[in-house]
């Protein structure tokens, strides 16, 4: 067995090495504290695997992104959604009688109980589509426990999918005051989620092809990232063995920071932003580049991909797809594409490898669709929801997978006495 060798104290260690199925390379440090008394210290933990993974594989240097070994090219150009979900939750590609069963249960789960419509009564007008989309998921709990009732996990992981689209949706309707509109078994995924947002008792809404293939696309593309924040809170809270809709909308706020999910909405912010400001796209890069300004030229840069993020091209590619068939003539696309060029041609930006990520170009695409701005995050919680299911089921289905429990350096006062309240001298504050 390879081992690597640690000097520590005077004294010698030897860790274990073991490879994954690319030749990745890990050193085992499970039993570092156990065998030399230090922890090891890792914030933002750029440099720790957390568990091993089957379901996603990523090169960041290469820009390769590949579910259960199919690159994401060939699943976002030839695959539907419905088909990916079962790829990463079941691990192969359903066959057409499978097929035909799994997009029927997605279908005929999207109904929600009817008594949970009532919390859509209960939220403010103006509620952020991701406070409503946490809170319904993790209320599916209530609707759906686990053990009670013969209800079995498979059963709610078929619900989870299917009613994410419904909450999604309806918390639109309720932002605009529509009636809500159910799913049809005849849509695709795509198709029935663009509908429940569009039709009208007064109008039907058929879905424009390009849009559901542009949507089906968006979706496969945000399906799975192995490690992100989002998806190591879902494990990090199945870990304790809670169920899968609290785990899981757990997973739903993390998503929804700016430095995360949260990004999409950004990017459409700060090209409104530069364009309401005369649209000088080399000022802007200029003040991202100081650092005390403290912006970030939102969409640009990720922790793992240190080269083109595959998604982002796919995503270029679909939005010049939609505008020129739908002969859209958006503002944004064109600033977008000008930062681009210049923060690719950009000292600072080479150095530090910052290319445009899935965010830069997604909410372009999802504007097309007449989806507003709050709502992005949310699409991409959607996008998100096979990948956190399949991650948290891999946990699950782990024999003897332990509590995740960090440790911590502390840094604080070491031990001092309790002072009574009358005998406290006063505070120095103010
Ligand atoms: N704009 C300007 N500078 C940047 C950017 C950016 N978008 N991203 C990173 N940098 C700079 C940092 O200031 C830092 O510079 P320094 O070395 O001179 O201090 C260097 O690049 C490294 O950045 P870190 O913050 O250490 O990189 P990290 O891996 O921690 O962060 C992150 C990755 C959060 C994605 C970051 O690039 C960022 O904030 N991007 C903008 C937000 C965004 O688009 N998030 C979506 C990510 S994709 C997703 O979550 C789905």
Redesign the pocket.
């Known amino acids: 067995m390879k081992t690597a060798k640690l000097v520590y104290g005077g004294e010698e260690y030897d860790l274990p090495v073991f490879t994954g199925s690319e030749n990745e390379s890990a050193i085992d440090i499970s039993k570092l504290r156990e065998q030399t008394g230090a922890v090891a210290y890792d914030p ?1 933990y ?1 440099n720790v695997g957390s568990c091993r993974s089957a379901i996603t594989f990523i090169d960041g240097d290469k820009g390769i992104l590949r579910y259960r070994g199919y690159p994401i090219e060939q699943l976002a150009r030839k695959a539907c959604f419905s088909e990916v979900c079962h790829l990463l939750i079941h691990n192969h590609l359903p066959d057409e009688e499978e097929f035909g069963l799994w997009r029927r249960e997605l279908t005929l789960n999207s109904f929600i109980h009817e008594d949970m419509l009532k919390f859509f009564e209960g939220f403010p007008t103006k509620s952020h589509p991701m406070a409503i989309l946490a809170a319904m998921i993790a209320s599916l709990s209530a609707y759906h426990p686990e053990e009670e009732r013969g209800q079995t996990i498979e059963k709610n992981i078929i619900r989870l999918l299917a009613k994410v689209k419904t909450f999604a949706a309806f918390s639109y309707k309720k932002s605009v005051g529509e009636p809500f509109v159910y799913p049809l078994t005849r849509y695709s995924y795509a198709q029935n989620f663009l509908r429940m947002m569009f039709a009208t008792p007064a109008e039907e809404y058929e879905p424009p092809k390009v849009l559901a293939d542009a949507l089906n696309m968006l979706l496969i593309i945000h399906a799975d ?1 192995e490690q ?2 989002s998806t190591s809170t879902v494990r990090m809270v199945g870990s304790s063995r809670a169920n899968l809709f609290a785990s899981v909308s757990a997973g739903v706020s993390a998503l929804w920071g ?4 949260g ?1 999409n909405q ?2 459409i912010e700060m090209l409104e932003r530069i364009i309401d400001d005369g649209g000088d796209c080399k000022a802007f890069v200029a003040k ?2 100081e ?1 005390k300004s403290r912006a ?8 793992v991909y240190k080269n083109y993020d595959p998604r982002a091209r796919l995503l270029k590619k679909a939005n010049d797809d939609v505008h020129r068939k739908l002969g859209i003539k958006d503002p944004l696309l064109d600033v977008a594409l000008e930062l681009e060029e210049i923060a690719l041609n950009d000292e ?1 930006f080479i150095e ?1 490898n ?1 290319y445009p ?4 170009y997604s909410g372009i695409l999802y504007r097309a669709m007449g989806i507003p701005t709050d709502m992005f995050t949310v699409m ?1 919680a959607m996008g998100r929801m096979p990948g956190w299911i399949a991650h948290w089921k891999e946990q699950r289905d782990t024999p003897n997978s332990r509590i995740h429990r960090p440790r911590q350096i502390y840094t604080g006062t070491t031990e001092r006495k309790f002072i009574p309240i009358s005998k406290r001298p006063k505070s120095k504050k103010g």
Not at 258 to 261: D, F
Not at 298 to 303: A, I, L
Request: hydrophobic share 40%.
């Open positions: 933002g750029g990232h992100n924040c700016s430095l995360h999910g990004a950004a990017v991202v580049k650092k970030r030229l939102m969409g640009f840069g990720h922790r600072y530090r910052l990520n899935v965010d830069f991409f």
